[in-house]
């Protein structure tokens, strides 16, 4: 449902999948929409555009039309996303038979749509889970018990059944896709991955600062990417309150989202001077601010993203950054940072434990350097090459097994 241009979220990885698969010799072709995402709007040049065909790095896109909601409710996503899927059928014929087809969801449908081509192309059929989509939902009260909801479900369970894989970013999240029917030996742990190397170096120390000369000489705190209900940023929002006596830090949430201007009246009825709000970043722009932060923060809704593992928590441990972490201590993130020593990490509801932390690491910041060290070494483990070799390791034996299966009949 994204794909780049769009440089936010699952797009990063829709588009650098594909990207490889082209590297390594593969034909691909991407069925995808119009650029929407993480502005909530179209490109002025897409508008009212039905289908479109282009390039991307060797790669044909086909693109269909999606509407995009001025104002966010499950109503209109759902409208979203009904109208994703229309065209995302006719642009499937457009693409001609496929020998194997990768699904990003969400939406969860989408899953239908693929083992229908399964079915008439005699495909392979990999579904990449980057959302628990209805769980998500039902968690943010969303959904409530709508008829749709058990709809949903079983289009879930049926296509995961069907496919030959079904991957996903985590351990917690693989262990999910389970219990909803799909079997063992076709689960697959695919986590999100990142050019390390290249990461690691993208950047400019100093140019965020420039661009934003108000924080110079300034412990920077700061969040950036989607401003979401389930991202739970309410909780950075407090924790500037306790230190809103300091005019040597500022707290900054970047980004764009559903939230974003119940954050804002949040924060202007708590009143703390100390913490600004900034619009979406380019990509440039996003690791000139990972550069210049000493603090990067990530939270989490209680309950709605237990299961996740935020993948631009990567690209910060890419970069040699301290992470702060709110979440619940049942929570993927919460364990994974916790348990590796990879940054700070507190329950989200415990803003004392938080307001701790940050006066810990105020009063002697070098002893904070370690988790830095750790979380660079940690990262490697997900470089773009293992992850992506290993995968088409995996579908390599997919084929492997048909070819063996005439002469076990």
């Known amino acids: 449902m994204t794909f780049a241009p769009d440089h936010s979220g699952i797009s990063l990885y829709s588009t650098d999948f594909a990207t490889y698969a082209s590297e390594v010799g593969h034909e691909v072709t991407v069925v995808t929409g119009f650029s929407w995402y993480?502005?909530?709007k179209k490109r002025p040049e897409d508008k009212g555009k039905l289908f479109q065909t282009d390039f991307y790095k060797g790669v044909k896109v086909l693109r269909g039309y999606l509407y995009v909601p001025k104002k966010v409710t499950s109503v209109t996503r759902m409208l979203q996303e009904i109208t994703f899927l229309i065209f995302v059928f006719f642009n499937f014929i457009r693409a001609g038979r496929q020998d194997?087809?990768?699904l990003f969801t969400t939406p969860i449908n989408l899953g239908l749509i693929g083992v229908l081509f399964q079915k008439l192309w005699k495909?392979?059929?990999i579904i990449n889970v980057q959302d628990l989509q209805l769980e998500a939902a039902q968690s943010l009260g969303m959904l409530g018990k709508l008829p749709i909801v058990k709809v949903m479900e079983k289009a879930?369970?049926?296509s995961y059944q069907k496919a030959d894989l079904v991957t996903s970013i985590s351990h917690a999240m693989v262990n999910i896709i389970k219990q909803k029917g799909a079997l063992d030996d076709k689960v697959y742990l695919w986590p999100n991955?990142?050019?390390?190397?290249?990461a690691s170096i993208k950047?400019?120390?100093?140019?965020?600062?420039d661009k934003y000369p108000q924080y110079k000489g300034k412990t920077i705190i700061g969040y950036a990417g989607n401003v979401g209900v389930k991202q739970s940023l309410s909780s950075l929002v407090d924790l500037s309150e306790q230190f809103k006596g300091r005019d040597d830090l500022v707290f900054l949430i970047i980004g764009s989202g559903g939230d974003r201007d119940n954050l804002k009246a949040y924060a202007e009825k708590k009143a703390t001077g100390n913490l600004h709000f900034i619009d979406f970043l380019?990509?440039?722009?996003?690791?000139?601010?990972?550069?210049?932060?000493?603090i990067v923060y990530l939270s989490q809704k209680k309950d709605s993203g237990d299961a996740y593992f935020p993948s631009k928590l990567l690209g910060i441990m890419a970069k040699n950054k301290l992470t702060f972490v709110a979440a619940c201590k049942n929570s993927e993130i919460y364990k994974v940072v916790t348990d590796n020593a990879l940054g700070m990490s507190s329950d989200i509801e415990d803003l004392d434990h938080m307001k701790k932390l940050l006066t810990d690491y105020l009063t002697n910041k070098e002893e904070f350097k370690k988790?830095?060290?750790n979380a660079f070494g940690f990262v490697h483990q997900f470089d773009r090459q293992i992850v992506l070799d290993s995968l088409f390791a995996e579908i390599d034996n997919l084929n492997l097994r048909d070819a063996y299966q005439p002469a076990l009949a």
């Open 371 to 373: 988790y830095e060290v």
């Open 282 to 294: 380019s990509q440039d722009d996003y690791y000139n601010f990972l550069n210049d932060a000493d």
């Open 156 to 158: 879930e369970r049926y």
């Open 38 to 40: 993480p502005n909530w």
């Open 123 to 125: 495909a392979k059929l």
């Open 203 to 209: 950047g400019v120390k100093g140019n965020f600062n």
């Open 193 to 198: 991955w990142i050019d390390v190397k290249d």
């Open 100 to 102: 194997v087809i990768v």
